[in-house]
Structure formats: C-alpha cells, structure tokens
C-alpha cells in the first residue's frame, strides 16, 4: 500500500450497530486532526445510521463540510451455509 493510499484509508468510517452519536464524533475527530476529506461507508441496516451520522455532522458539528459523493452499490456476501446474498452498500464522502 502507498502512502497515499494508507492515508485515504485512515478517513474512513465504518458504520455498524453503535448509535450515530459514535460515529460523529469519529468524523469530527477526523476533520480537527487536519482531514479535508472523510468517506462514511455502510451497507445493509447500517445505512440510515451512516446517513444520520453525516446529517448531524454537517448541520451542527462542522457546519462547512459539504457532501461531495454518494456512491450506492450492491455487495454479494457468503453466509456460513455457502449462500450468497445482496448487500446495499453507501459511501458518503464529506468534505470541508
């Protein structure tokens, strides 16, 4: 992995089951520690947290932080039983 690649890695954000507050304060952690840019990823249930998540962030902790990209996609995952199944996935990208 390059630098660049490892530094793009360090502005991302995995959205899971904790509350959106969580991951707010990651985001916001990020942009005070000189980010110009954070991507919030998501897939399944976890998408409307991802989009809470950046909501709150841009209307009452960084109030100039844009949304730059919204990806959305399909991702085909393997249970244990050998079945596949799809996924929705998000990626929110913000930047200041």
């Known amino acids: 992995m390059t630098a ?5 890695e360090e502005n991302v954000i995995y959205v899971g089951n904790k509350p959106p507050m ?4 990651a985001v ?4 005070n520690s ?3 840019e954070v991507v919030i990823k998501a897939r399944g249930r ?3 947290r991802a989009v ?3 909501e709150i962030t841009r209307n009452r902790f960084v109030t100039d932080a844009k949304i730059k ?3 959305i996609g399909t991702e085909s995952i393997t249970n244990e039983e050998g079945r596949s199944s799809n ?3 998000i990626e929110i990208s913000l930047s200041k």
């Open 46 to 48: 976890a998408i409307s």
């Open 69 to 71: 990209e919204i990806k």
């Open 22 to 25: 969580s991951y707010v304060l």
């Open 87 to 89: 996924v929705s996935s």
């Open 34 to 36: 000189g980010s110009t």
């Open 28 to 31: 916001v952690t990020q942009f």
């Open 52 to 54: 809470d998540a950046a």
């Open 4 to 8: 660049k690649e490892e530094a793009q």
